[in-house]
């Protein structure tokens, strides 16, 4: 029984948690952490050095010898420099030191991470804030076990260089509003309305060896060349099916590690594709399911090393079978315990909930264009409104219950019942009969309704959920302020709030959609109804400079206008610099590799021409002769296309940086990308396989 994993036992052992603060911090101390953590209150600075000596004490027992502020630029993935704990050695000896201005503060090089202008090239300041809302961990690697902690990061004059401190404004955002919406309903007893969320993560599996002999996997995480096995997801036999002894080896180490972080990881199984499977976590708050999920990416890469395989994150790492998402379960709960998102069984009765729905559904119509870009990357593009996925049309999907109760609300202007889910009855006498949910899901919406929560499926599986979370709560702030700011003067409450619920559904209704996301019908319907169909990342980036964006995020100090116009050309830069190092991996595949292996088929094909008409005139060659000359024709406009690609690249490459750059690079470059892989897929269904110079879709997503 010694090899019995114990969950209980090692979940969270290697976190600085509450427990263990509890434990090792002075009472006074502790209090004064806890105030802070739970409601928000400013730090005090004076306690600093007793949690940083407690905080080393505990990392060092369990054989840290370094720390690190652990932050997220705007990179989108985490940064971090290691100090040990050694101090000035005297006498020749060394003592381990930690004090409290080191917990708070870091100092790394603002110069060299994306900053959009917001800091020119000699000025290196920035700095790394402790946040003590999310607790700090350890990590055990090659390296050995490093301090990790959670910090924002900002420049010398204090604007804002990562995800997190965003999100944090956008948190005390939405928290103030919403407590005054509970308010007006008469609850006194919430101090705090948090958001929560659970993010599910989407990757898939490849064998290391397979991986590394493919170019394009190592510098872009997606294949830009493979034509379909003869086998694809089309049997859905892979969905939910059982997991393979190496995958599941690799599931359990990955929990492990999670586990030990705190991360409460709770499902797992396999996706849609081959090769593809899902881990999604406990909801949680969102500024520690941010982090988690980066953590959850990082162990994910990390683990599948010791496996032998590699792990792609990457949106759609291959054409023809379906991309990953991260589906961002978004609720608001209060420290009461209530749930803002929470129906209840009568619905049509709950005016609380009915008014932070109408709130929410305002405000994702109005600002439909920051929540798709939120979820804008480069290998996005490849997934929304282009192969698969929802379209890139912000739509909410609420169930044939809401939408029933919002129908009685907008035509009579009273909801007088709520639809009942009934009995779902299987006609198997040995099976229970079961309550059944008073509407269905819908997999192809953008946005759902799922309960007691909103699930936002945009979210591409290698971004940071820390952009969308930062608009959801901002936005959904907005809208609460403008409810709150009407209803505190009305003289007659309970009229005022109908009124305001009828006209705003009825105002922004045209957002819901119940119906199949992934039709062409409704992409016609959407436009109709003008809702905005933004396709790409290059057309979503705009969202975030319009008049409309910065007036929404100055009034709740989340972003001011510069660092809006710094994140668009960050996100524009990293447009350009994605699609110029896949248009340049193509280049050089096809240049080095491919071109040459298909030089040697023709070679041999001519060379067996010759030979059979050599041994016997009459032979009929026709075959030969015909795969010679379809080669060779692929061939030729593989090399036009090839020139074609260098030509546009370099063309790109010297257009005006930000929008200018970008639009280049999306308007010239990825055609011409394509029409260079058309030709190579074809030549890969000819090409003798023992010629062609990269393992195949079939190697690669079947023998994992």
Request: hydrophobic fraction near 40%; glycine fraction near 6%.
């Amino acid at each position: 029984m010694s090899d019995v994993l114990n969950v209980s036992e090692i979940f969270g052992k290697n976190v600085f948690n509450d427990a263990v603060m509890k434990d090792r911090l002075p009472k006074n101390v502790y209090k004064k952490l806890k105030k802070t953590v739970e409601d928000g209150a400013e730090l005090d600075p004076s306690i600093a050095d007793v949690v940083a000596h407690a905080m080393k004490d505990w990392a060092i027992e369990r054989g840290a010898t370094h720390y690190t502020h652990w932050f997220q630029p705007l990179t989108g993935v985490t940064a971090e420099k290691h100090d040990s704990f050694i101090s000035a050695p005297s006498d020749g000896k060394v003592i381990m030191e930690f004090s409290g201005k080191e917990l708070i503060k870091g100092e790394p090089d603002a110069s060299s991470f994306p900053s959009g202008g917001l800091r020119a090239t000699f000025e290196a300041r920035g700095y790394t804030v402790w946040d003590c809302t999310s607790p700090a961990f350890l990590r055990e690697d090659a390296i050995g076990v490093t301090l990790c902690i959670p910090t924002s990061f900002c420049s010398y004059k204090g604007e804002s260089l990562d995800k997190k401190t965003p999100l944090l404004r956008s948190m005390q955002a939405v928290n103030e509003q919403a407590l005054r919406i509970l308010r007006l309903f008469g609850n006194t007893t919430a101090k705090r309305v948090a958001p929560s969320v659970g993010a599910e993560q989407e990757y898939f599996l490849v064998d290391r060896e397979k991986y590394l002999q493919r170019k394009d996997l190592i510098y872009t995480g997606r294949t830009l060349f493979g034509a379909m096995p003869p086998k694809g997801q089309e049997l859905e036999d892979h969905y939910f099916g059982a997991i393979r002894e190496r995958i599941g080896s690799y599931m359990n180490d990955v929990n492990k590690e999670l586990w030990k972080l705190g991360v409460p990881a709770k499902t797992q199984h396999n996706e849609v594709a081959p090769a593809q499977h899902e881990l999604a976590p406990i909801y949680e708050g969102v500024n520690q399911a941010v982090d988690h999920n980066q953590i959850v990416m990082e162990t994910l890469k990390k683990v599948a090393g010791r496996h032998g395989m590699a792990c792609l994150l990457h949106e759609k790492p291959f054409a023809g079978v379906n991309g990953s998402g991260k589906h961002n379960n978004w609720s608001l709960t209060a420290d009461d315990g209530t749930n803002l998102l929470n129906p209840g069984d009568t619905p049509h009765e709950n005016i609380q909930f009915l008014l932070v729905l109408a709130c929410i559904i305002k405000a994702v119509d109005l600002h439909a264009d920051l929540l798709r870009e939120s979820a804008a990357d480069v290998g996005n593009d490849h997934r929304l409104g282009a192969n698969e996925a929802p379209p890139a049309i912000i739509s909410i999907f609420l169930g044939e219950q809401l939408e029933d109760v919002i129908d009685q609300l907008c035509s009579t202007g009273e909801a007088t019942h709520s639809k009942k889910g009934g009995t779902l009855r299987t006609g198997v006498d040995i099976l229970p009969d079961l309550d059944k949910d008073a509407t269905d899901r819908n997999r192809t919406s953008p946005f759902a309704f799922t309960g007691n929560k909103f699930e936002f499926r945009m979210v591409g599986s290698s971004d940071s959920i820390a952009s969308p979370n930062t608009v959801l709560n901002t936005i959904v702030a907005e809208a609460f302020k403008e409810a709150a700011d009407k209803l505190e003067k009305a003289d007659d409450f309970d009229m005022a709030v109908h009124d305001m619920i009828k006209e705003m559904l009825a105002a922004h209704r045209r957002v819901i959609f119940n119906g199949n996301g992934y039709s062409d019908e409704w992409v016609a319907e959407a436009e109709k109804r003008g809702l905005p169909n933004i396709r790409s990342m290059v057309e979503a980036i705009p969202a975030l400079t319009t008049d409309k964006a910065v007036k929404l995020f100055e009034a709740f100090g989340v972003f001011t206008r510069a660092e809006l116009e710094s994140r668009a050309e960050v996100e524009y830069e990293n447009f350009s610099k994605a699609i110029n190092i896949e248009a340049r991996t193509m280049y050089d595949m096809a240049s080095k590799s491919i071109i040459p292996a298909v030089i040697r088929y023709t070679t041999q094909l001519a060379a067996s021409i010759s030979a059979v008409k050599g041994a016997c005139p009459e032979a009929d060659v026709s075959t030969q002769t015909g795969l010679l000359m379809e080669t060779s024709g692929l061939l030729s406009d593989m090399k036009a296309a090839v020139s074609r690609l260098a030509e546009v690249t370099e063309k790109a490459a010297c257009a005006d940086g930000g929008i200018a750059q970008a639009t280049a690079y999306h308007s010239e470059v990825v055609p011409a990308m394509e029409a260079l892989r058309a030709p190579v897929d074809k030549l890969e269904m000819i090409v003798d396989k023992e010629l062609w110079p990269m393992p195949s879709y079939g190697d690669l997503i079947f023998e994992v």
